[in-house]
C-alpha cells in the first residue's frame, strides 16, 4: 500500500456467497440477482459501510485444489454448496457486518461473514 494512502479505521469483514451451483458465468445469474447486485454498493455506502472489493467466482469444477503440494483438478470442499462470490467490506463492528451480509442476493444458498483478521 502507498504510504500517502490512508487506511480507514473500520475493521474489514469477509462476506462469503455460498450456492448450491455457481452459474457458469455472472451473467447467467437470474436478472433479479444481476439487478440487486448493481444496487449494492449503493445501498451498503448508505449504511456507512464499503465494499473495498468483490467478485464472483467461477464453477468449482473449474478450479484446481492443492493438497500436500500436489494439483488437483476441481474442488476439494466435498459439499453441496459451492462457493460463488465474496465482497470483502468494511464496516463498523460485527453486527454491522452481518446487517449488510443480508442485504446480498443469493440464488439458492446462503452468506457468510467473518471478520479479517489484522496484525
Known sequence: MDP???????P????????REAPESASAAPPTVLEAHLHLPRQIAE?????IA??????????VSI????PIGGSLA??????AGYFL???????????IGRMIPVIDGW?????????
Open 4 to 10: 500517502s494512502e490512508k487506511q480507514s479505521p473500520l
Open 12 to 19: 474489514r469483514f469477509m462476506i462469503l456467497i455460498y450456492e
Open 47 to 51: 449504511t456507512g459501510a464499503q465494499i
Open 54 to 63: 468483490g467478485n464472483a467466482m467461477g464453477p468449482p469444477n473449474n478450479a
Open 67 to 70: 493438497r500436500d503440494n500436489v
Open 78 to 83: 466435498g459439499t453441496d454448496q459451492t462457493l
Open 89 to 99: 467490506v468494511e464496516a463498523s463492528d460485527l453486527d454491522h457486518a452481518v446487517w
Open 111 to 119: 452468506v457468510e461473514v467473518r471478520p479479517v483478521l489484522t496484525s
